[in-house]
């Protein structure tokens, strides 16, 4: 199966940016639709930004005119820019094929801490 680790977060001020990456031990090019999701502390894992094979990309509206999806099948790797962060936009940050919000915890790479101030 692909082995995947996210990377790229930290902590920034509130209105400044960020790029996360999803780097895959495997192939990406077979998974039609790749995701970035996130969890905030106390809070339930969600939906944030899906890329298809084709580069077709939508958004959760909370993350819509903000956040850019990529995805470079080269490298296998997927790619989240992140503009004008908010506060509320703190979360762990997890990439995973499409419909995985279901799936164990044994599924999931270890994610990438965005933390933003403000």
């Known amino acids: 199966q692909v082995q995947v680790v996210e990377s790229g977060g930290g902590l920034v001020q509130a209105g400044g940016s960020l790029r996360l990456s999803c780097v895959a031990s495997g192939s990406i090019f077979s998974i039609n639709v790749m995701c970035w999701y996130r969890q905030a502390p106390g809070k339930e894992r969600e939906f944030v930004a899906l890329i298809t094979s084709g580069g077709s990309t939508n958004y959760a509206e909370s993350v819509k005119g903000r956040f850019t999806i990529s995805r470079d099948n080269g490298k296998n790797t997927v790619y989240l820019q992140m503009n004008s962060l908010k506060p509320e936009d703190t979360a762990v940050y997890y990439c995973?094929?499409?419909?995985?919000?279901?799936?164990?915890?044994?599924?999931w790479g270890q994610g990438t801490q965005v933390t933003v101030s403000s």
């Open positions: 995973n094929k499409q419909g995985s919000l279901g799936l164990g915890y044994r599924f």
